[in-house]
């Protein structure tokens, strides 16, 4: 069942539609990320969602209730932003039982849904603790106890770990997709960050002007982006005109193998790095070498062919050949996704 339906929602800020008749549907206990680029609308949709901005055109359902003229405290819904705006005045333990305190939950029932929020999020028996002596990561964590705390039917997610650094956020993001599965949370979350939404969501919704480009599960998105904006978004720069025919595509980097189920005719081909194969130069496409970028586990290797755009390839560390060397290039089929646009 879905907790959240957005039928035909659509926001206008003066000529320009924000939101362009957005349709989407979160099921109860999903965590749903949305991304995009700055100005694609993914904070609009969440204001929409929270009762914050409303709407020109649509209707926003919770559990099946339409949701207009309703206010954003009756919402029965968690917020959470990228700066916490935690109360400053107030300890850790106020922080936590404000939402509580604005329900006229009891003194007893309050302290121990603080008491128990406290230890889901790795600070136990931090009530007196001021919020200005927490690091970044422990403000996190306390603003994430104080949206739980009125066990919201959806929490709300706006870039909530971009103020942390990265090894940081790569922990906490665990830590969360952990803590709401315990939970059974049903989460809205946005974010620019790839990385972290496609590490904590079920589905990944993206965006771009004020409407979604793709709905997928991570893999899905990863493996099969749907059009060459959404692969540019992921960070793919391996895209050439191509014409299919069978199973082979013709592109300025010569005949590419495409899958078998690849439609026939014109298209944008993508080639993810991986599929990027270095063989002897009497064996492929000749490229130049012109740079190496290390990423960690692998080394991305920029490839300058004789014709065509330039191509990316992903080497393991001891497998990448130095800038100037001159390399052959075959395709993996398995790795060329046809585009839409």
């Not at 994430?144 to 940081?168: N, W």
């Amino acid at each position: 069942m879905s907790l959240l339906r957005l039928d035909g929602v659509t926001v206008r800020f003066g000529t320009r539609a924000v939101l362009d008749a957005v349709d989407l549907e979160v099921a109860e206990h999903e965590t749903v990320c949305v991304l995009g680029p700055s100005g694609s609308g993914k904070s609009t949709l969440l204001r929409v969602v929270a009762g914050l901005q409303p709407v020109d055109a649509g209707r926003v359902l919770l559990s099946g209730g339409d949701q207009t003229g309703v206010p954003t405290h009756r919402r029965e819904v968690g917020l959470m932003f990228q700066d916490h705006q935690l109360f400053p005045q107030r300890d850790v333990g106020g922080n936590v039982a404000f939402g509580l305190r604005m329900r006229g939950t009891g003194r007893a029932e309050t302290e121990r849904r603080v008491t128990e929020l406290l230890d889901l999020v790795g600070l136990p028996g931090a009530q007196r603790r001021s919020v200005a002596a927490l690091s970044g990561g422990e403000q996190q964590r306390v603003a994430l106890a104080r949206a739980l705390a009125p066990r919201p039917r959806l929490l709300m997610l706006d870039e909530p770990l971009g103020q942390l650094d990265r090894s940081l956020r790569e922990r906490l993001v665990v830590e969360l997709r952990e803590l709401f599965g315990r939970l059974g949370t049903t989460v809205l979350a946005v974010t620019h960050d790839q990385g972290e939404a496609f590490a904590l969501a079920d589905r990944v919704v993206v965006m771009r002007d004020g409407r979604i480009a793709q709905v997928g599960t991570p893999l899905e998105v990863w493996q099969r982006p749907a059009s060459e904006f959404v692969a540019r978004f992921l960070g793919f720069d391996n895209v050439v005109p191509a014409t299919v025919a069978g199973e082979r595509a013709d592109t300025a980097w010569g005949e590419v193998p495409v899958p078998p189920d690849t439609p026939e005719g014109e298209c944008k081909l993508l080639v993810r790095p991986g599929g990027v194969r270095l063989v002897p130069v009497a064996e492929g496409l000749a490229c130049e070498v012109t740079g190496r970028t290390f990423r960690g586990d692998h080394v991305l290797v920029l490839l300058r062919p004789a014709d065509g755009p330039e191509l990316e390839a992903s080497c393991g560390l001891r497998a990448a050949p130095e800038p100037g060397e001159r390399v052959g290039v075959a395709f993996d089929a398995h790795d060329v996704v046809a585009l839409r646009d």
